[in-house]
C-alpha cells in the first residue's frame, strides 16, 4: 500500500531524484512541445498544462512560443519550485489539484504529458493511465478540465509504453529501479503497482510505492465522451491524442 495519504505528499518525498531521473533522456520533452506548437494555429496561444511537474515540457515550449500564455498547475510545491527556477518569469504556475481546481479562466489547450492522465499503448489496445482511485473520480477530474477549455478547445493526451520493471544508471552514482506487480482486474480496469527505488552503493536512498490504473480503451472512449470530449485524431507526431470539447 501506498503509505501516503495523497499524491502531492508522495511525489515530495523525492522531488529532486524525480527531476534527475526526468532529465535522463526517457522522455521526448522536445518532441512533445513541437506537436503543441503545430497544435497553436489559429489562435489557440493559451494552453494549460495538468501536472506542470519540474517543467521540462514547458522549458521547451517556451523556447518555441514564448508569446504562448502559459499555465502549469500541479499539486506538489517542491515540483513548483524546479520548474519556476526553470522558466524564470514566464507563465503562471499554480499549485492545485486538478480535480477540484477553479482558475476562473478557459484556455486553448489543455495537455496531460505524465502527470495525471496519459495514452498508454498495450499490445494493440490504447489504454487511459491514471493516477485515480476509481472511475467516477477520473470523470469529475476531466469533466472539470472541459471547464477550463473554450469551445472547440482542445485535450491533448501523450502517447507512452507500458510500465514494465527496469533499471538505470543515473549521473553521480544513483541507479533507479521500478518494479511492476499486477494487483488486479475486471473487464474495465487493470491495477499495478509500481515499486521505485533510488539507491547508490547498494544502499537505498529513496524507497516509495504507487498504485496505477489503466482503463481499457472501450471504456476510456465511452468516459472521455461523458465528460464532454470528443476523438480528434493521432497527431502527425504520434505524440498525442487529441480530443476536442464538445
Not at 27 to 45: E, F, I, T
Not at 68 to 89: C, H, P, Q, W, Y
Not at 160 to 167: P, R
Request: proline share 1%.
Amino acid at each position: 500500500m501506498n503509505k501516503y495519504t495523497n499524491i502531492a505528499d508522495y511525489y515530495d518525498s523525492f522531488t529532486d531524484y524525480y527531476d534527475l531521473l526526468m532529465t535522463q533522456g526517457n522522455y521526448d520533452y522536445q518532441g512533445m512541445a513541437n506537436a503543441v506548437y503545430s497544435l497553436m494555429k489559429n489562435n489557440r496561444k493559451k494552453i494549460l498544462e495538468l501536472g506542470v511537474g519540474t517543467g521540462l515540457f514547458a522549458e521547451k515550449l517556451l523556447a518555441l512560443a514564448p508569446e504562448a500564455k502559459f499555465t502549469g498547475v500541479d499539486i506538489t510545491s517542491s515540483m513548483l519550485n524546479i520548474a519556476r527556477k526553470r522558466l524564470g518569469e514566464w507563465g503562471k504556475l499554480i499549485e492545485a489539484d486538478i480535480y477540484n481546481m477553479n482558475l476562473q479562466e478557459t484556455f486553448d489547450i489543455a495537455v496531460s504529458n505524465r502527470g495525471v492522465w496519459v495514452i498508454s499503448k498495450r499490445g494493440d489496445r490504447t489504454d487511459l493511465r491514471n493516477h485515480t482511485k476509481d472511475i467516477d473520480e477520473d470523470i469529475k477530474g476531466l469533466i472539470n478540465v472541459a471547464k477550463h477549455l473554450r469551445q472547440d478547445g482542445l485535450f491533448l493526451l501523450s502517447v507512452q509504453g507500458e510500465h514494465k520493471s527496469h533499471q538505470q544508471n543515473l549521473p553521480t552514482g544513483i541507479v533507479y529501479s521500478q518494479e511492476i506487480k499486477k494487483i488486479a482486474e475486471n473487464d474495465e480496469i487493470e491495477s499495478i503497482q509500481k515499486s521505485y527505488f533510488f539507491k547508490k552503493d547498494g544502499e537505498i536512498l529513496v524507497q516509495q510505492t504507487l498504485n496505477l490504473n489503466y482503463i481499457k480503451q472501450w471504456k476510456k472512449e465511452e468516459i472521455m465522451e461523458q465528460a464532454g470530449f470528443n476523438f480528434v485524431s493521432v497527431d502527425e507526431s504520434q505524440k498525442f491524442h487529441v480530443y476536442r470539447k464538445k
